[in-house]
């Protein structure tokens, strides 16, 4: 069993910053890719970033610039620094961690932390 704890998450104010953590425990085998996605009521789930085992990254369009990722291998951990925060970035926020158990790819999600942005 894998679990994906998620913390960070809050209100803030437009233009404030936050930093959501994920920490992965339990039965972990080779951890690869690692991403945070969001999603709002009526809305499917979107990418917001992910990072690759060797680091690469990949961002949405509307973040780039305001919000990076990053992980800690030693740790199991990715994170993502959110700042310049919009309004329309409100969203519940998921991690995401692929692994590969046993040969074969498998996808874990977090239960979600509320981001909400006020104006």
């Known amino acids: 069993q894998v679990q994906l704890v998620e913390s960070g998450g809050g209100l803030v104010q437009a233009g404030g910053s936050l930093k959501l953590s994920c920490a992965a425990s339990?039965?972990?085998?080779?951890?690869?890719?690692m991403g945070w996605y969001r999603q709002v009521p009526g809305k499917q789930r979107e990418l917001v970033a992910s990072i690759s085992s060797g680091g690469s990254t990949n961002y949405a369009d509307s973040v780039k610039g305001r919000f990076t990722i990053s992980r800690d291998n030693s740790k199991d951990t990715v994170y993502l620094q959110m700042d310049s925060l919009k309004p329309e970035d409100t969203a519940l926020y998921y991690c995401?961690?692929?692994?590969?158990?046993?040969?074969?790819?498998?996808?874990?999600w977090g239960q979600g932390t509320q981001v909400t942005v006020s104006s």
């Open positions: 339990g039965s972990i085998f080779s951890i690869n890719t």
């Open positions: 995401r961690v692929d692994m590969t158990v046993y040969g074969a790819p498998r996808e874990y």
